[in-house]
């Protein structure tokens, strides 16, 4: 099963994307994580990718094209995979076409995750990050042990730039005048299976397992 995941920022589709993996036993591709990872490394790609993502900007199609397509030539994809975060635009899109022509491989549907974008707001601000170890928490949904201290590994928690509001909105809006208009992109392929993200987390991850036809 090769399928992505759409949603806007904070629409859940990172964690229906790893569930959704286990379950499948395939891989998910999480073009956020392997951003991210640069950026913690540093690298020239990394400096670049992170003003952007402050900026609550798009990272350049170059980087990201390039890092997807090296992924999904890894032997692990044959049998299926999740792309979580990637394609974002029309030009990204046809470019995975391209991608997925060369690989000799085809999608077999597009979740699309609506969700409000108030709720989005309160899910995203309220993330918390350990600067060690990584580990994610939320004040209200999932609050760590200690306010401010990982449960994990006992670092220091802190809210990331690319998680103000002030960001999150222009994300939003980013979202909206270029990602949204994938959904019809891949409805004229007949692709697009929308779920509603508003739901438990469980629920969620039914619907989406019905809607692929894997439950």
Do not use: W
Not at 62 to 70: F, N, P, Y
Not at 100 to 114: C, F, P, R, T, Y
């Amino acid at each position: 099963m090769k399928m992505i995941f759409l949603g806007p920022p904070g629409s859940g589709k990172g964690t229906q994307a790893k569930m959704i993996s286990e379950k499948l036993g395939i891989p998910q591709i999480s073009t956020g994580d392997m951003l991210r990872s640069a950026v913690r490394e540093g690298t020239p790609m990394g400096r670049k990718a992170k003003a952007m993502m402050d900026a609550g900007a798009l990272v350049a199609d170059e980087v990201v094209v390039g890092i997807v397509q090296e992924r999904l030539a890894m032997a692990d994809c044959n049998p299926g995979f999740i792309l979580d975060g990637f394609p974002r635009t029309v030009p990204q899109a046809d470019a995975l076409q391209t991608c997925l022509q060369n690989l000799g491989k085809d999608l077999d549907a597009v979740i699309s995750l609506e969700v409000d974008s108030d709720a989005v707001v309160e899910r995203i601000t309220g993330r918390r990050t350990c600067r060690d170890c990584g580990k994610m928490f939320h004040v209200r949904f999932d609050p760590p042990s200690q306010e401010g201290i990982c449960d994990s590994c006992g670092g220091e928690l802190y809210l990331r730039d690319d998680d103000q509001e002030m960001t999150i909105r222009k994300r939003l809006e980013v979202y909206a005048e270029q990602t949204a208009p994938l959904i019809d992109y891949y409805q004229q392929a007949d692709l697009v299976r929308t779920v509603d993200g508003m739901q438990e987390i469980s629920k969620v991850q039914d619907q989406i397992l019905v809607a692929v036809g894997s439950k």
